[in-house]
């Protein structure tokens, strides 16, 4: 327990991403201030040079461990942290850069440096929840700002976070926005997504492309049938389901029966 | 204390974005050795793509970036268009413009209030700032927010956009809803020149660097999508002559590949050099206002970058006021042809300077293979360079405020480092 009067530790971190999920946070323009006075902002790097050691209330973390380094680096904030967070898709699914799990490494790593030995990275980019336990999970590419909001919230008042579980495809029943598969014959990951984003691609007639990652009980062969019966072939079918959580089983396995 | 040896370093770099890390040795007045290296983990990017289908290109190599997404979509997308042979009509083009003018004020304005004013007032953060100049940092807060709010608009949203394709965009949004953001736009437009007053009170470190200043430069425009690879010696060159004049070095003592000229000259690009190659293409009023606030065309001191970033941030208000103005949806949002083998090649300018794609695609569109050199791999020498200056000028001060003054020489570039890294070796030593 803490002494009262005082304020719970907020921790962000950063593993192999691009940034995009803690930038939400600062993203939150309307509540930022307001943040920075109900919780003591302990380790930020990207926002303050002011650092102090843990242990923190809630550590949020961004990325996937793709590197020997890393995978010390979280069981020490593991340790550190009370609740720990992981946030997007490379913390909860090993993000873009899982692809690699499934190629040889050493040629990827050749064929983009001229010098790979220099380079000490593993072999895969793994989810934070593969090596160490997680407290809750927020999806996306990038995360949403109202569901970090509300976490945050839930979070400081001990509460369970409140989001749904629900499907991209609900999204646009919610929304009433046109289904791009039957009225346009455009390949849509909806069914099998979890929502949350806003239902952005449908609403501009794309179809989703997965950055929720699959959704519980996803029936991706059943998708992968519809999608093959539209006319899309082997290899863009594997790379619908080879997009930015790659990594999640249901999606990493549907890709698996679509190599060619 | 110029006598002693004295090792400045910094083992995690803060407010910037990604991760990184200095250090430099002095002895004697003198610096012996600077590094500033990367530990941002690769993720390989050239390497994912190949064998995808170039539709995927602007949304792959757009997570290279959380901050400047737009950048690799619009590079990515104008280097599949040039291998396709695809002609992107003015409307479109217009309205690309447009969304980037949302990217370059949050990015700038987020380095300008919340990660780099700080260092000028010596606070640790704009929690800080916030704290003894509550309006300066609400005033960036609201520009910032136009700036992603024009982005969500266009794009769907900030980070990662989704409304963006090779060809354009897949939707075009209302003319209702892009005309809606005039009076923010205006409204943003007016705190950002209160924001450029505020920051020409700063004391500006009193130091002047020689650069060879890289960007781009178009017939009319200050230079966001398009235009002429140019320098400050002369440099006068198409997008696709890139890699002939440019090319990534591998240095001994920190195993980084680093971008120079062929000749091996480091060079600078970003908003200084975007600022000093095309002062004659910005407003009048507004060039008035940075020379108010004291910075002028030729203006070689890094730690002014700060004022280059905000005079942008009043053009991208402004030139995005513009442009919602005269919008009319296009309708197709979006151009295409047929399909073919090809070579194509896309710079615009990031937030943080030029960033250069390359493709090459098979018949069927495949993707065979990808370069892609964002600017903090190219500045990464000049930060050294940089920091060689900052030390050697100012190593009267005691450690600690000499290792703050490195820490802000380096954001001067706002260094993109999630960027960079993908080009870059990490800094391992190994025995």
């Known amino acids: ?260 | 204390m110029s006598d002693s040896t004295r090792t400045i370093s910094v083992e995690a770099l803060a407010r910037v974005e990604g991760e990184g890390r200095f250090k430099v040795r002095l002895e004697g007045g003198k610096v012996v050795r600077s590094e500033f290296s990367i530990f941002e983990p690769p993720r390989y990017f050239e390497g994912l793509l190949r064998g995808r289908s170039y539709q995927d290109a602007p949304d792959v190599t757009s997570r290279i970036c959380g901050i400047c997404p737009i950048a690799y979509i619009m590079g990515a997308s104008q280097a599949m268009e040039d291998a396709l042979g695809w002609q992107v009509p003015r409307p479109i083009a217009d309205l690309r413009r447009l969304i980037y003018c949302g990217e370059w004020i949050q990015s700038h304005v987020l380095h300008t209030h919340l990660l780099h004013a700080p260092d000028f007032l010596g606070l640790q953060d704009s929690i800080q700032l916030a704290q003894s100049n509550r309006g300066l940092v609400e005033n960036g807060l609201a520009a910032k927010k136009t700036g992603n709010l024009l982005m969500e608009v266009i794009g769907g949203r900030s980070v990662h956009p989704v409304n963006t394709r090779v060809g354009g965009f897949y939707r075009a949004p209302s003319a209702d809803d892009v005309q809606a953001l005039i009076p923010e736009l205006e409204r943003g437009e007016a705190l950002s020149v209160a924001a450029l007053e505020a920051f020409a009170g700063f004391d500006f470190p009193d130091l002047e660097m020689d650069y060879l200043f890289v960007a781009l430069r178009h017939e009319t425009d200050y230079p966001i999508t398009e235009g002429r690879i140019v320098s400050s010696s002369g440099l006068d060159i198409e997008v696709a002559a890139f890699p002939a004049h440019f090319e990534e070095h591998q240095v001994p003592h920190s195993n980084a590949l680093q971008g120079a000229t062929l000749d091996g000259e480091p060079y600078l690009v970003g908003p200084l050099a975007r600022f000093n190659l095309n002062a004659d293409r910005l407003p009048a009023d507004i060039l008035a206002l940075a020379e108010k606030a004291g910075l002028a065309p030729g203006c070689r001191n890094p730690f002014k970058s700060l004022l280059a970033r905000q005079v942008e941030v009043i053009y991208a208000f402004r030139e995005a006021a513009r442009l919602a103005r005269a919008y009319t949806p296009p309708e197709p949002g979006f151009v295409e042809g047929p399909l073919r083998a090809g070579t194509g090649h896309g710079i615009t300018e990031a937030p943080r300077g030029i960033c250069y794609h390359r493709y090459e695609i098979a018949e069927d569109g495949a993707i065979l293979a990808a370069t892609i050199v964002p600017p903090t791999s190219q500045n990464q020498r000049q930060i050294e360079l940089d920091l060689v200056g900052t030390v050697e000028r100012f190593h009267d001060l005691d450690d600690d405020a000499l290792q703050w003054r490195c820490e802000q020489a380096i954001r001067n570039y706002d260094p993109c480092i999630s960027c960079a890294t993908h080009f870059l070796k990490l800094d391992v030593e190994r025995a």
């Open chain 1, 1 to 260: 327990m803490k002494p009262s009067g005082e304020k719970p530790r907020l921790a962000v971190w950063k593993f192999s991403s691009c940034d995009g999920c803690q930038l939400t946070l600062l993203d939150c323009e309307d509540e930022l201030l307001d943040i920075a006075e109900a919780v003591e902002i302990a380790y930020f790097l990207e926002a303050t040079r002011s650092t102090r050691a843990g242990p923190y209330d809630v550590s949020l973390v961004e990325g996937s461990i793709s590197t020997p380094h890393e995978v010390e680096r979280i069981r020490e904030i593991r340790r550190d942290s009370a609740l720990l967070v992981t946030i997007g898709a490379c913390a909860t699914a090993g993000g873009i850069q899982a692809l690699r799990n499934t190629l040889d490494h050493d040629a990827l790593r050749a064929s983009v440096y001229p010098s790979p030995q220099f380079i000490d990275a593993l072999a895969t980019s793994t989810p934070v929840a593969d090596h160490v336990a997680v407290d809750f999970e927020l999806r996306g590419c990038p995360i949403d700002k109202r569901q970090l909001l509300e976490t945050l919230a839930a979070l400081l008042k001990g509460r369970k976070p409140t989001i749904p579980d629900y499907s991209q495809c609900a999204e646009c029943k919610l929304a009433g926005t046109a289904c791009v598969m039957v009225a346009k014959g455009v390949p849509c990951l909806g069914p099998v997504t979890q929502g949350g984003c806003g239902n952005l691609c449908p609403k501009v007639g794309r179809g989703c492309y997965g950055c929720f990652g699959p959704k519980e009980g996803a029936n991706t062969a059943a998708l992968a049938a519809e999608l093959a019966k539209l006319g899309a072939d082997r290899r863009s079918i594997r790379d619908l389901f080879g997009g930015f959580t790659a990594g999640a089983p249901a999606f990493a396995e549907e890709r698996r029966r679509h190599e060619r």
